[in-house]
Nanobody, 118 residues
Framework: EVRLVESGGGLVQPGGSLRLTCEAS????????MTWVRQAPGKGLEWVST????????RYSDSVEGRFTTSRDNTKNILFLQMDSLKTEDTAKYYC???????????RGQGTQVTVSL
């Protein structure tokens, strides 16, 4: 059974940083693309970043490029999202997902809430 568990969310002021973690189990983690997506209140799911199996290729949405960094530790089956220079518009529930894009996600975690506010 695929299991994805996110953690690390919280309340942070604009300009601050957070590091999200996603612990994966139930599948060969290093064999799969992993994706971060987010959903703001009242809005649809938004793609944030995708990383390939060995971590050599990473893509970011325009809205987070240069501020967020995705990485993975395949020895521990963990996916990371380092978020710096956070903005109020980054407020959302963040999910890690198995798959290369929103349209091809096969599994998703329960999410972790990130709130950016004064």
């Amino acid at each position: 059974e695929v299991r994805l568990v996110e953690s690390g969310g919280g309340l942070v002021q604009p300009g601050g940083s957070l590091r999200l973690t996603c612990e994966a189990s139930g599948f060969l983690f290093g064999d799969h693309f992993m994706t971060w997506v987010r959903q703001a209140p009242g809005k649809g799911l938004e793609w944030v970043s995708t990383i390939n199996g060995n971590g050599a290729k990473i893509r970011y949405s325009d809205s987070v490029e240069g501020r967020f960094t995705t990485s993975r530790d395949n020895t521990k089956n963990i996916l990371f999202l380092q978020m710096d220079s956070l903005k109020t518009e980054d407020t959302a529930k963040y999910y890690c997902a198995k798959g290369p894009s929103i349209g091809t996600i096969t599994d998703r975690g329960q999410g972790t809430q990130v709130t950016v506010s004064l």
